[in-house]
C-alpha cells in the first residue's frame, strides 16, 4: 500500500518544518511539499495533486477559508486545519469544518515543537481519517443537501413525556456536517441527547455554540453534572471524557479526565459503556462517519443490555470506519442512512419495532 501524501499550507516556516518533521516521522504518510501561502500552494498543486491538505487558516494574501471554498468547488480534496488554541481561532475553524474540511489539528503559540510531538498519534489519526474520506460526501453535506425537517413518527406530546429515554450518539472524521444534518432537523421536543465528537481541546465549545444558532433544540458542551433532558443536546467537551449517570429518576453527566481510550479522549466507547450502565434498554446508540474502532466495543456492550443500536449505512458516511467495525463485532441491530437518523431519534422505537421496520 503506498504512502498517503500530504502537502502542508502554512505561512510559519518553523510550523511547516516541525509538521513536516513530525508527519514524516509516521509510518505510512510522506510529506511531498509545502507553501507559505495559498497563492504559492495552487500553482505547486497543479503540478501534483497530493492525497490530503494541512491548512492553516490565517495567512496573508489569501486566507484559508476562501482556499478551502475555492478546493471544494474545484478540486475537492481532503483537508485537514491547523488552527491556534484560541477562540477566534476556534470559531474559523467551524466555519471551515462546515465549509468541507474533514478534520481539526491543534497548534499552540509557544513550545511548537514540543506540542507538535506530543499530538504525534492525534496527528496519525486525523491525516489518515483525511485520506479515506469520500468527498462527494462532504460536498453534499457542505452543501446543506436534505436539511428539511422530517414529520416525527410519534406526537409531540408522547415524546416530551418520555424523559427516561436517552440518545448517544458517536462519531469522528465527518462528523461535524453529519452532526449538523441531523440536528438540525430535530424539533425542540427531541429525546435528551449525549455526543461524543472527536475534536481537540478548545473547539467543542464554538461548535456546541455554532449548532445551537442553527438548531430548534438546545446544544451545549456539557458540563459535569448537567441534567440530559428533552430538547437538550450535550456535547462532549474536547480533551476530557463524557459519561452518563443515573440520579434517581434523572440522567446526569459526568465530565472526567483521564487517559485516551481507543486513542481518543473524548472516547465514544467510554460514553456507550456508561449509558450501558446508566440506561440500558431505555437508550439508543447511534454510531456514525469516523475512522477507527472507537465505539466498537461499547456498542456491544450497549446492545448486550437489550438498547436499540444502529449504524450510519456505508453510502452515507464520509468515512466508513467507526460504523463498519461496531457491525463487524455484532454490536449494531442495523444501519440506516445518514438522512433517516433524525426520524429514528424523534420516533424512539424499541428493538423489535425498528428490525421489524427494517426486515433486520
Known sequence: MSDIRVFLVDDSAVVRQVLGSVID????????????????????????????????????????ITFLKKLMKEHPIPV???????????????????????????????????????????MANAIKGAAQAKMHRVSSLSAGVAKQRVKPILPLKAMAETTDRVIAIGTSTGGTQALESVLTRLPKTAPGIVVVQHMPEAFTAAFASRLDSICEVTVKEA????????????????????????????????????????????????????????????????IMTGMGDDGAKGMMELHETGALTVGQDEESCVVYGMPKEAFKLGGVDGEIPLSEIPELITSMPSRKVFLQANKV
Open 25 to 64: 516521522s509516521i509510518p505510512g504518510i510522506k510529506v511531498i511539499g509545502s507553501a507559505p501561502d495559498p497563492i504559492f500552494a495552487l500553482k505547486k498543486l497543479e503540478e501534483d495533486w497530493p492525497d490530503v491538505i494541512v491548512l492553516d487558516i490565517e495567512m496573508p494574501r489569501m486566507d484559508g
Open 223 to 286: 458540563k459535569d453534572n448537567d441534567r440530559v433532558m428533552p430538547g437538550i443536546v450535550l456535547i462532549a467537551p474536547g480533551g476530557m471524557h463524557l459519561l452518563l449517570r443515573r440520579s434517581g429518576a434523572q440522567y446526569r453527566v459526568e465530565v472526567k479526565d483521564g487517559p485516551l481510550v481507543t486513542r481518543h479522549k473524548p472516547s465514544v466507547n467510554v460514553l456507550f459503556r456508561s449509558v450501558a450502565t446508566a440506561a440500558g434498554k431505555n437508550a439508543i446508540g447511534i
Open 80 to 122: 485537514v486545519i491547523c488552527s491556534t488554541l484560541t477562540l477566534k481561532g476556534a470559531e474559523v475553524t467551524m466555519e471551515a469544518m462546515s465549509a468541507g474540511a474533514v478534520d481539526i489539528l491543534t497548534k499552540p503559540t509557544a513550545n511548537l515543537k514540543g506540542f507538535l510531538q506530543e499530538s504525534k498519534t492525534l
